[in-house]
């Protein structure tokens, strides 16, 4: 059902119709201009239905856009955190102590350095 | 609301390319993560790089770099469980080809084999459970299992890697299996044809003939090594991987095997001895025997060295058929079968001996679960004026001695005080306990600040170690793991202007704050501390050299605090400044004595005493002296009793087996009737050491007067770290052809 139109949107069909009135009462049909018609008639090929598929237009409105590329944001991060981003480190099983047994001093028994 | 139009073909466009991106991303991303891990495990922080290498397992099970990521976080697992205890060195356990194989690591390795069969990763983990597995079998003694296993991998491909045929081959040999090694190691070196073949195969060849009593052949795969090597010296065969410098780093050691070889007695030594866990038979313990170069040389050097076998059943091990010298003995431990333990006799074991032909010398490891500790607990402040400490008693404990350890910015200094304490606590004021001078550290921009503060700093931490009425350490609160900590703060105190400028390492002028702070009152205890330890720093570096030692400044220090305090704690580094760095023995003598009038000497003291008294001729006082101390010092025993000719009252209960072999010297000596005295070979008995030292060094000195030498050089305290270089260098050289001589003089002055 067509919508009622508002007037800037009737003013602008009218100017278009204007358009085209003068444009058509300016023609003049040519031999170049009729070689011209006649050779791109020729080429043009009806379009498969693959072909219309992909010319087909989808419209889409904001929200559902802005949700789709925030989803898509959420998921890459997500990725690179999970992937990249050191994070659950676990606690170490066992903390070995790294020593060296020092030389002996005079009072110092068994002295030792820990890493 | 606003809608946005789009074409199918450009939404596809985008999905294209969104979908090329992510496989572009599945490629590339366990390279990126891979090399995330690597970064992690160069610096050392092991556990995030092993988060990296399970990423790439749980999330890209069949990528490429998985096989490279289950290998790193199988040696990771390895390295994790496996504590290797050494003489002089403890920590992590490296290396794949070892005797012990964590779980963990070996389910990464069955993993690896079996989803990625073919890589090289998988033939590494084949090699590791392989070998894990025959030497399990071998231990048990199913050679034919063994075997078994052994040539199920060789046809997979094992059997041109060198490295697998050497510790293959070795896991025989060590076993006694010689035969089996001869056959593994010739079958390789045959397909080999052509090639020199590599040292390290070929010395392993010799020493299993050398075993199997062929003394032909091995002198022949040694003399080979030697032709080779000298070869390679002069750059004249080209075209092979072996290293050149074998020759130079093994060379000694071979020509140790073949003397041995020639040698009419040839009968090698054995090490020998258990592993218990609290009492218990601990079998699968990896046994290392690494022959070294001399008693102070203790290298942990790679593979191709170190002996190793795995203790049995009944926890025994026993390494047979050893080339006469120095041998250092250590174990690497699975921590899942073992937890917080340390070694009965120490955290060190005192394991290295000289191995005499035929000569069977026997370890026992001890492990024991360690004290635990109750208060203060981990991370406490105290706020009283003296700490207490307490710990649950240990049965069959004559005395336990406290462990203080202070953190430096680097790492932490620990020792162990004096004191003995009969019951399972103890209580120290905080003034002693500041007084402590822990030791310093060092960097190359000279000495760190908190090691300077020691105890006046905030974070601490303590231990316990229990004793026998034998004075052996039966166990101790701190094993090899950081399982029980026990950091405590002392409490806050205000940072003067000087502790926050040496923070800073500015030496000078914290110096000058301290000297500033001391002028406002002169009993200032912390700006005497603090000013008589940074005077008696002495340090250079390549980078650096500390200026601001003044050794007289400090000793006026030390002598004010203890005025002021009577504490000889103050006296006993006031020692060691007279004694190693000025070197002037009367005011080191006279401290003691200063000491000794307050509190009995600590048993090190007793032997400073007894070397200074030795510096000054006073031989049978000094002998007395260290007579008087708890613990007994072999060589400095053994060294004042030949000087005095006195071997009267020697006790005679062995602690150990070097001190068995030392007493039944020391007793051989006692009964020589034809020993002469040091007055039928100096002209005066009350010489002192170092006169006598210059008067014998002018002699060509026969043994007797060889061993006066010795005796000597140990006793005088400016000679005494010379003793070891000169016995195992001119001594060994002048007196080779008298092995008995030799083995007298490594027993009583060896240690």
Request: proline share 5%; hydrophobic share 40%.
């Amino acid at each position: 059902m067509n919508k009622p139109q508002n007037y800037e949107e009737q003013q602008l069909d009218r100017e278009i119709r204007h358009f085209f009135t003068e444009l058509m009462s300016e023609i003049t049909l040519d031999d170049s201009l009729r070689v011209k018609l006649l050779a791109r008639q020729k080429d043009i090929m009806p379009l498969s239905s693959w072909q219309r598929f992909l010319e087909k237009e989808v419209s889409i409105s904001l929200a559902p856009l802005t949700l789709a590329a925030a989803a898509m944001v959420l998921a890459c991060g997500l990725m690179l955190k999970t992937l990249f981003l050191p994070w659950e480190i676990p606690e170490p099983k066992y903390r070995i102590i790294e020593m060296q047994a020092a030389q002996v001093a005079p009072g110092l028994q068994n002295p030792a350095e820990r890493g | 609301m606003r809608r946005f139009r789009f074409k199918v073909k450009h939404l596809l466009g985008f999905a294209v390319a969104f979908a090329m991106i992510s496989a572009a991303g599945y490629c590339f991303a366990p390279y990126v993560l891979f090399s995330l891990g690597e970064n992690y495990r160069a610096q050392g922080e092991t556990l995030k790089a092993k988060v990296y290498y399970e990423r790439i397992i749980r999330y890209f099970p069949a990528h490429g770099k998985t096989a490279f990521a289950l290998e790193q976080a199988a040696l990771l697992a390895a390295k994790s469980n496996l504590l290797l205890v050494t003489p002089r060195a403890i920590g992590s356990a490296e290396g794949r080809l070892g005797e012990s194989l964590p779980q963990e690591a070996a389910e990464y390795y069955t993993r690896l084999v079996e989803e990625f069969p073919g890589t090289q990763p998988a033939k590494r983990a084949q090699q590791a459970l392989t070998l894990h597995a025959v030497r399990r079998l071998l231990t048990n003694g199913e050679l034919q299992a063994a075997k078994a296993q052994l040539k199920a991998a060789m046809r997979e491909g094992l059997d041109n890697n060198p490295d697998f045929v050497w510790y293959a081959a070795e896991a025989f040999l060590t076993r006694g299996y010689c035969g089996e090694a001869i056959a593994l190691l010739e079958d390789f070196l045959a397909g080999e044809e052509g090639k020199a073949g590599s040292p390290v195969l070929l010395e392993l060849l010799g020493d299993a003939y050398r075993a199997a009593g062929n003394k032909a052949k091995a002198l022949h795969y040694y003399q080979r090594i030697i032709e080779r090597t000298k070869k390679e010296k002069a750059g004249t065969e080209q075209g092979d991987s072996a290293p050149v410098d074998y020759y130079s780093e093994n060379i000694a050691a071979l020509r140790k095997k073949i003397a041995f070889v020639t040698a009419e007695e040839d009968t090698g030594g054995t090490v020998c001895g258990t592993v218990t866990l609290s009492g218990k038979p601990l079998p699968g313990v990896e046994i290392i025997l690494q022959p070294l170069a001399g008693h102070d040389t203790y290298i942990i050097s790679g593979p191709y060295t170190g002996l190793r076998l795995t203790s049995d059943q009944q926890g025994r091990f026993a390494f047979t058929g050893l080339v006469p010298g120095y041998y250092g003995l250590g174990l690497i431990l699975n921590l899942d079968e073992v937890g917080d333990i340390v070694l009965k006799g120490g955290r060190f074991p005192q394991s290295i001996f000289y191995v005499e032909a035929g000569e069977v010398v026997a370890w026992d490891f001890e492990l024991v679960k360690t004290i635990k500790i109750i208060s203060p607990a981990n991370g406490v402040t105290i706020d009283a004026d003296e700490v207490a400490f307490t710990w649950e008693p240990v049965e069959g404990a004559a005395y336990y001695r406290l462990e203080l350890g202070t953190y430096t910015g680097a790492g932490s200094i620990s020792s162990l005080c004096e004191k003995k304490y009969v019951t399972p606590e103890a209580t120290i004021s905080l003034a002693q306990l500041q007084s402590y001078q822990p030791g310093l550290a060092y960097d190359e921009q000279g000495p760190l600040p908190a090691s300077l503060l020691g105890y006046l700093g905030s974070r601490h931490f303590w231990g316990v170690v229990a004793y026998d009425a034998d004075d052996t350490i039966i166990t101790a609160s701190q094993g090899y793991l950081q399982a029980q900590n026990s950091d405590f703060q002392l409490p806050e105190r205000n940072m003067s202007e000087g502790d926050k400028l040496l923070m800073k390492r500015n030496y000078k002028e914290a110096i000058a704050a301290y000297e500033k702070q001391l002028a406002k009152d002169a009993a200032d205890l912390h700006a005497l501390t603090m000013l008589a330890r940074l005077y008696s720093v002495q340090f250079s570096s390549a980078a650096y050299v500390y200026p601001h030692t003044d050794f007289m400044k400090a000793i006026c220090y030390y002598n004010r605090l203890f005025d002021l305090t009577g504490n000889t704690e103050y006296l006993k580094v006031l020692t060691g400044i007279y004694y190693n760095h000025l070197q002037d023995y009367e005011q080191a003598l006279a401290t003691l004595r200063k000491i000794e009038a307050k509190t009995p000497l600590a048993d090190w003291d007793l032997l400073q005493v007894a070397q200074i008294e030795s510096h000054f001729g006073r031989y049978d006082s000094a002998l007395q002296t260290l007579l008087r101390a708890g613990r007994r010092f072999l060589p400095e025993e053994a060294a004042l009793r030949i000087i005095t000719g006195n071997y009267a009252g020697i006790k005679t209960k062995a602690n150990s087996l070097t001190e068995e072999k030392w007493l039944q010297t020391l007793q051989l000596l006692a009964e020589d009737e034809l020993l002469l005295q040091s007055e039928d070979i100096l002209p005066d008995r009350g010489m002192p050491a170092p006169d006598a030292i210059q008067y014998l060094e002018r002699r060509k000195r026969s043994p007797q007067e060889e061993l006066l030498y010795l005796s000597f050089l140990t006793i005088e305290p400016t000679a005494a770290n010379r003793v070891q270089e000169y016995i195992q260098g001119d001594l060994a050289n002048n007196f080779a052809q008298d092995p008995a001589f030799l083995k007298t003089v490594r027993t009583l002055f060896g240690e």
